[in-house]
């Protein structure tokens, strides 16, 4: 009988120890959920969704989570597979940010967002371009004269397809800059791992890409940022200048967020949803974002779709604009 009530007293005491410094179970809202990545190892998509999984899990709001990179067609294999598999995908949530807009409307892809079930629109993150830590190139002026001096021989390279997310930022800042976008020399690699690759071994001479993907390579001394499209400068990487401290009037930010299977149960979708509400006002996605250095732009269901719809007119104009379409 001693043994019992020791035992038990042991018991209650580590189960009020779990309560005090670990997540509080009672508030999980999702048992699992398994993240399905378009692009690579080492890119935004993969970042963003393996440290929104870690957020939630820390925090208790989801059980468990796992993760699934899908590359191919420029995120078109996971989009169609998502489709294609609906009936089987209800507790998978595919990550996806702006190359969603500019890939329909650019063909790359028969599908669009209306075709999935809009989740919830969860962080930004800024662009930047970005230079191996021995190169010449220290500002975004030294870029601009290397390219007058020699447009071919100075590569910009990206984590998209041609006419993709990082090529568009490049366009954007190049003709801002007063240069001709459509002269702008860019290669493709496939997620933002292997561009980084290919910017440090000396493959091209700067990189388009998300500030979240440069800042950690940056603060480590690896790669110096030359620009970033903040009105602002950024916290997670204050050195970093913005494009219009340096006289190239441009901003934007890339937004990510979460897509579910069309057809999606209504209570799983607001299931998912709160979660990621909640997600906000927790200490492990504080965490998560300021490591990052993202935005909080959180924005579900109908708000999501209009905003979706606004971008799309946006980005279209622009891309016209530019002679990507």
Known sequence: MTTF???RRALIAAVTAI???GPTWADQVVDSIHFLIPGGAGGG???TARGTGEALTKAGLVGTASYENMS???GGKAIGFLIENADSNHGTLMVNSTPIVIRSLTGVFPHNFRDLTLVSGTIGDYAAIVVGKDSPINSMEDLLAAFDADPSGTAIGGGSVPGGMDHLV????MEAAGKDALAVKYIPYDAGGKAMAALLSGEIAALSTGFSEAVD???AGEVKIIGVTADERVDAAPDAMTMKEQGIDTSFVNWRGFFAAPGLPEDKLVAYQDAIAKMYDTPEWEEVRARN???NIHNS????QSFLEQQEQQIGDLMKKLGFL
Do not use: I
């Open 5 to 7: 009530k020791l035992g």
């Open 19 to 21: 309560g005090l410094t």
């Open 45 to 47: 998509w993969d970042g």
């Open 72 to 74: 191919g067609g420029g």
């Open 170 to 173: 490049a366009a954007m800042v």
């Open 217 to 219: 390579l940056a603060n």
């Open 293 to 295: 250095g993202w935005v």
């Open 301 to 304: 269901g109908d708000d999501f």
